[in-house]
């Protein structure tokens, strides 16, 4: 890791580099502390002190000054490594790593961060897990969850594809938060599984009193153990640290921007509840696939080239027609109420339709089902061949076109697909459960 070139600049001024002591004066307030290295996409106007009393300090460097007090040494991270036999008694769990908050290694001594997630990183934090189950546990990303692609989600795909043809009988992906949901939908798809797959993460880091990084882990381990060989979410419950509930990865949504029970079930109720790493109830009117009851398969061809577009009052056609031009092979519309855009905007659509481009409607209410039959600009749209999404979520329905697109393009085909349910994403009837709670 290294600064960028502005930061950069106003060190070498002053001829001070990571781990030196510093003073810097910022409008006649002094600052001193040791300088500590910083992660790549941080901004380029600051710099950290680590002081005196432990805490951490970012200063912006405009009209600032800095003084050389003593030269030291970069700190480095260094663990004696962990020597840990494999218990033949024990299930081989796999997890592999894409970033996030749940993943973050801090050096509280240094301040620095320690990017690598290692399996010796994973047992040191918690320890506890060793008594689950034997680990193999790989880097597969470092990024923050936003700059997640389709092509990730096939490499993670394959990477969880070749743990288990290696033996692992189940497998823990640990994942952002912020498009975790998008992640486990496009693995239910992908991927035909004999063994459980769990994507988890954390929404307070592992570094905070209420961090929510270990209960939602050792839940996963717990939930990649046992009998629902489906693609999962599992994360907290509630506020407390008791129980994570375990939702269907093409059912489950990101409702709240910090709770640690961010994560629901929509159109929905979760497979199951979790407590001490251990399935304490299954919900009977879930249905789920068995341990064992498929051979692993994959089919990860994806078309990029789809879009979410959201109505909205004022909204103009020319963004249809934008998508069009720009060579999208399809897009879905997250329309108001029962599945509607203004009428004015069904030309644009047509013309999509004619240049065999998908186009896919859901609802912005989040739960309940489209019907595009009740009112005639619904009626107006069905004409246009506009392919209903049922009760998914926008963002399941999204990821489904985009998996579909790399099935077949061939329109006909593709509306079949979405009209088939893969992998619990659409629902005979839409639970009112959470949404009435």
């Known amino acids: 890791m290294s600064y960028k070139k502005l930061a950069k600049s106003f060190l070498d001024s002053a001829n001070v580099s990571i781990g030196d002591t510093v003073k810097v004066e910022k409008e006649e307030v002094f600052y001193e502390g040791i300088l500590l290295d910083r992660s790549e996409d941080a901004d380029d106007e600051y710099i950290v002190l680590k002081l005196d009393s432990g805490y951490n300090l970012g200063i912006n460097i405009l009209n600032a000054k800095i003084e050389l007090i003593k030269k030291g040494e970069k700190p480095k991270i260094q663990y004696d490594s962990l020597e840990i036999e494999k218990n033949s008694n024990k299930m081989d769990i796999s997890i592999i790593s894409t970033g996030g908050t749940v993943s973050s290694i801090i050096d509280y001594k240094t301040g620095a961060v320690?990017?690598?997630?290692?399996?010796?990183?994973?047992?040191?934090?918690?320890?506890?897990?060793?008594?689950?189950?034997n680990?193999?546990?790989?880097?597969?990303?470092?990024?923050?969850?936003?700059?997640?692609?389709?092509e990730y989600w096939i490499e993670a795909a394959n990477s969880i594809a070749n743990e288990i043809s290696n033996g692992a009988e189940g497998v823990v992906v640990a994942h952002g938060t912020d498009t975790m949901h998008y992640t486990s939908a496009a693995l239910s798809f992908i991927i035909d599984t004999p063994v459980p797959i769990v994507v988890t993460g954390a929404q307070r880091s592992s570094d905070r009193p209420s961090t929510d990084a270990y209960l939602n882990l050792f839940?996963?381990?717990?939930?990649?153990?046992?009998?629902?060989?489906?693609?999962?979410?599992?994360?907290?419950?509630?506020?407390?640290?008791?129980?994570?509930?375990?939702?269907?990865?093409t059912k489950v949504r990101k409702m709240h921007t910090s709770r640690r029970d961010t994560f629901r079930s929509i159109n929905s109720e979760p497979i199951a509840r979790l407590k001490d790493s251990k399935i304490v109830k299954i919900n009977s009117n879930i249905t789920y696939n068995k341990r064992n009851s498929k051979e692993l398969n994959l089919m990860d061809?994806?078309?990029?080239?789809?879009?979410?577009?959201?109505?909205?009052?004022?909204?103009?056609?020319?963004?249809?027609?934008?998508?069009?031009?720009?060579?999208?092979?399809?897009?879905?519309?997250e329309g108001t109420g029962l599945g509607h855009t203004p009428d004015y905007m069904i030309d644009s659509i047509k013309r999509a339709n004619e240049e065999n481009i998908a186009v896919v409607m859901t609802s912005q209410c989040i739960y309940g089902k489209i019907n595009m039959n009740v009112y005639s600009t619904g009626r107006k749209l069905i004409?246009?061949?506009?392919?209903?999404?049922?009760?998914?979520?926008?963002?399941v329905a999204y990821v489904k076109l985009c998996w579909a697109l790399g099935q077949s393009d061939d329109l006909k085909e593709v509306e079949k697909i979405m009209n088939t349910n893969i992998a619990g994403e659409l629902s005979e009837k839409s639970s009112l459960k959470h949404f009435l709670n």
């Open 114 to 133: 320690h990017p690598a997630f290692t399996a010796d990183d994973l047992l040191r934090a918690n320890p506890e897990l060793l008594d689950l189950a």
């Open 135 to 150: 680990y193999e546990v790989k880097a597969l990303y470092n990024i923050l969850s936003e700059n997640m692609r389709p």
């Open 219 to 249: 839940n996963s381990v717990g939930a990649a153990k046992s009998d629902i060989a489906d693609v999962t979410v599992c994360m907290h419950e509630g506020l407390d640290d008791n129980y994570c509930n375990l939702h269907k990865g």
């Open 301 to 333: 061809d994806l078309e990029s080239k789809t879009a979410i577009i959201k109505s909205f009052p004022g909204i103009q056609s020319e963004i249809i027609d934008y998508h069009i031009d720009k060579g999208y092979k399809g897009m879905v519309i």
């Open 383 to 395: 004409n246009a061949n506009v392919i209903s999404g049922g009760d998914m979520i926008p963002e």
